[in-house]
């Protein structure tokens, strides 16, 4: 599964086909809302980085830890559906961007291609990010944006 998404990814999108595999671990999602709670605002996407982070927008799925790199994924996850794959998908972006030492203008940059490529991959099954997670592209790209 992994090794498939890798070739994906770095078929499709300008990320480096690095076969190092991240460590997966699961963990609740009271666990993972926790973790990501204390990673807090201000070392935003420092260690484990995740996602949108307007308070309330949206429930934390996974998480990306680029010291350990380590993907955390809800222990409810199974991926069997492409949702749950999407999700795997996301996680393994910042896996490559990490490995790869790619450079952001800042921490919150990363999601763009994250999300891109999870609505990307969605759209094989003809389903979208916006239906599934209920995050459409314009936020995506409001909230990857370095303003502030
Ligand atoms: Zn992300």
């Known amino acids: 599964m992994l090794e498939e998404i890798v070739t994906w990814l770095s078929s499709n999108f300008d990320l480096p086909a690095i076969k190092e595999r991240p460590a997966v671990e699961f963990a609740s999602r ?4 926790t973790m990501r709670a204390g990673d807090g605002a201000l070392s ?12 309330g927008q949206r429930q934390v799925v996974a998480l990306y830890n680029d010291k350990s790199k ?7 996850w199974t991926g069997t ?10 996680e393994m972006v910042h896996h490559l961007q990490n490995l ?11 999601e763009k291609s994250a999300y891109l490529a999870q609505d990307e991959w969605l759209g094989r099954f003809g389903m ?7 995050v459409d592209m314009f936020t995506v790209l409001i909230s990857s944006a370095c303003m502030f």
Request: proline content about 8%.
């Open 30 to 33: 009271m666990k993972l809302a």
């Open 44 to 55: 935003e996407g420092l260690t484990n980085h995740d996602e949108l982070n307007q308070p």
């Open 70 to 76: 380590t993907i955390l994924l809800p222990d409810d």
């Open 81 to 90: 559906s492409p949702a749950d794959q999407s999700i795997l998908v996301h």
């Open 100 to 110: 790869g030492k790619l450079t952001f203008e800042c921490p919150r940059a990363r």
């Open 128 to 134: 979208s990010l916006e239906h599934e997670f209920d």
